[in-house]
């Protein structure tokens, strides 16, 4: 059976990483970064190219935190 490292306390309430923006998180052996910023108004996309445009950069931005890989 293996055997896994809790992150948390086993709080009711949850854990919280990154108390403020900037404070640095890390996945996978990838240098710590701060909160990444989407730029621009999502509630506001209408055009294909805007919504192109945030995929891409959320993509970007899960890549910076070693949480996907291309």
């Known amino acids: 059976m293996p055997t896994y ?5 086993g709080s009711p309430d949850g854990s919280q990483w990154g108390r403020a923006s900037t404070d640095a998180l890390g996945m996978y052996g ?18 294909t190219t805007q919504i192109f445009t945030v995929v891409s950069t959320l993509v970007e931005a899960l890549k910076t935190f070693g949480i996907v890989q291309t």
Not at 5 to 9: G, I, K, M, P, S
Not at 36 to 46: D, F, K
Request: glycine share 4%; hydrophobic share 35%.
């Open 5 to 9: 490292e809790r992150l948390d306390y």
């Open 30 to 47: 990838m240098t710590p970064v701060t909160r990444q910023s989407m730029g621009v108004n999502v509630s506001t996309l209408t055009a």
